[in-house]
């Protein structure tokens, strides 16, 4: 594998087959927990981010197939939370309020993301990416701690997230490096290492439980 490209290509199927495992495994978890596995504004993020850049300014074929991939999982696992999330905010809103709340941030969050690429010319998405996977990194570690328990959460879905991100952040330290994507890449997986330390914890107190 001397040519540059290949490795390129390794980092970018890598990437996608971590990430598109990571949202399979949201989406199984979540149906056996009957519990929504990422957090609303990830899931908004996501879903907008995956539409635009698919759909509105799509990428290399490749890249988009993946996309299109990743955005077909998360409408699933958006249709989770709005099942499963209403259930379990039943005694902090009402329905109406509920679905008010995903829709709002669902809209801020693509025209968000839709106005930073048109602003910063960033029509590969690259910078609107990583601030999202380090916001989800951090949201995981949230949810966690929020709930107390490992309902639609597993440490399988940690890792398979932190290798997707490790492929991603390989492949643009070595092609497009930038300060402010190193920080973003590093940020997000020592966030990644720090929800999978916080799993183990989970996974050894039930044990003990037991």
């Known amino acids: 594998m001397n040519n540059p490209v290949d490795l390129l290509l ?20 979540g149906f056996q927990d009957k519990a929504y596995g990422m957090p609303m504004v990830a899931i908004c993020a996501n879903v907008s981010w995956e539409f635009i850049f698919a759909f509105i300014y799509p990428q290399n074929d490749l890249q988009q197939k993946i996309t299109i991939i990743w955005f077909v999982l998360d409408i699933v696992i958006l249709i989770q939370y709005l099942i499963y999330g209403r259930k379990e905010f039943k005694k902090y809103l009402s ?16 025209l968000t993301i839709l106005a930073i690429t048109q602003e910063f010319n960033d029509y590969e998405g690259i910078y609107t990416a990583f601030f999202q996977n380090l916001m989800m990194s951090g949201l995981f570690i949230s949810l966690l701690f929020w709930r107390g328990n490992l309902n639609g959460q597993s440490l399988s879905i940690a890792i398979f997230k932190m290798l997707g991100t490790l492929f991603a952040s390989v492949a643009f330290f070595i092609y497009f ?32 439980a037991r």
């Open 10 to 29: 390794v980092c970018q199927l890598g990437m996608g087959l971590f990430w598109i495992l990571t949202y399979i495994l949201i989406i199984k978890r």
């Open 95 to 110: 329905n109406k309020l509920f679905y008010a709340c995903f829709f709002i941030t669902l809209g801020i969050s693509f």
């Open 177 to 208: 490096r930038t300060s402010l994507i190193t920080i973003l890449s590093v940020a997000t997986l020592l966030y990644d290492w720090i929800y999978i330390f916080f799993l183990c914890k989970f996974y050894s107190r039930r044990i003990k």
